[in-house]
């Protein structure tokens, strides 16, 4: 894969502190009455696991975007750490600076949380939330880690990702079907990934996942809702995703017997392409 190409293909959008947020459009062009989808990926990794997402939707006549959050894949690092509401506030300017006007929201792990702010604080924009293995309070899963390691949650979610680090710098990770397990924990998208995210604003971003609490978001919300989990995530429960999915009176809860946090989205034959398009798209 040529990642200068990759890049090339899509545009920065900058903002207001002067970074960079790097956006590939796909599929027709966003007309007035049309509805964008908008895919955003999770902590430490980039949008191009998503592209089969995209692809999938721009097949069903759909305008996408994929967008990479600060700090992530392609976009720019601003100083100082990201809050819940900083990635927020990027995702927002971009939309507008790219006319779009009334969005499905895909997005998974820190995006989820991102996706349900944006929900909560721009609920005209929003037809549609695909919440894919992410909690409305990411805390609770590492509740048992923190006791476990006495630690803060981001030491202790350190010590479960720490055994990827090294091999997330080797050749050959741009490949999804380079991860075969199903019981990751968590594993990065793209070698330049982790290379280019700092790890001080993945530990900092996971002390504000797990400060976010967004059970009102998801009571208020009026957006169609499918909720999909991982059976075997050890971030998320079973029970913080079908909380999930009561609060949000969600239209569909599908739970994925053999997949982890991560796998379900990097695996090369995961079935997400096809509940994404047929969820939004029938």
Do not use: C, N
């Given at each position: 894969m040529d990642l200068n190409h990759l890049r090339d293909a899509g545009r920065f959008v900058t903002m207001p502190e002067g970074?960079?947020?790097?956006?590939?459009?796909?599929?027709?062009?966003p007309s007035e009455d049309s509805?964008?989808?908008?895919?955003?990926?999770?902590?430490?990794?980039?949008?191009?696991?998503?592209?089969p997402c995209a692809e999938a939707a721009e097949a069903a006549g759909a305008p996408t975007l994929c967008i990479d959050l600060r700090g992530?894949?392609?976009?720019?690092?601003?100083?100082?750490?990201a809050s819940i509401d900083d990635y927020t506030a990027d995702m927002l300017r971009v939309l507008e600076a790219e006319g779009v006007t009334r969005i499905n929201l895909i997005g998974h792990c820190l995006a989820g949380i991102v996706a349900m702010r944006i929900a909560q604080v721009a609920p005209e924009i929003v037809a549609a939330l695909v919440l894919?293995?992410?909690?409305?309070?990411?805390?609770?899963?590492?509740r048992g880690m923190q006791r476990r390691y006495g630690a803060r949650a981001?030491?202790?979610s350190l010590k479960i990702a720490a055994p990827h680090f090294r091999s997330a710098r080797t050749p050959g990770q741009a490949d999804v079907s380079h991860f075969r397990s199903h019981a990751d924990l968590y594993l990065p998208r793209l070698r330049q990934d982790w290379a280019h995210t700092s790890l001080q604003v993945?530990?900092?971003?996971v002390d504000a996942m797990c400060d976010a609490d967004l059970t009102?978001?998801?009571?208020?919300?009026?957006?169609r809702t499918c909720v999909i989990h991982a059976r075997r995530d050890t971030f998320i429960g079973h029970s913080e995703a079908a909380e999930m999915a009561r609060l949000s009176r969600a239209e569909r809860f599908e739970v994925m017997p053999d997949d982890g946090h991560a796998s379900l989205v990097l695996r090369a034959d995961s079935p997400l392409p096809g509940l994404v398009r047929e969820f939004l798209h029938g």
């Open positions: 970074h960079g947020i790097w956006v590939l459009r796909g599929g027709s062009a509805i964008t989808d908008v895919f955003l990926h999770g902590l430490g990794g980039s949008s191009l696991p998503y592209h992530h894949g392609f976009s720019e690092r601003p100083d100082g750490d894919v293995g992410t909690s409305h309070r990411f805390g609770l899963g590492l981001s030491d202790a993945v530990l900092a971003t009102r978001a998801l009571e208020g919300t009026h957006a």
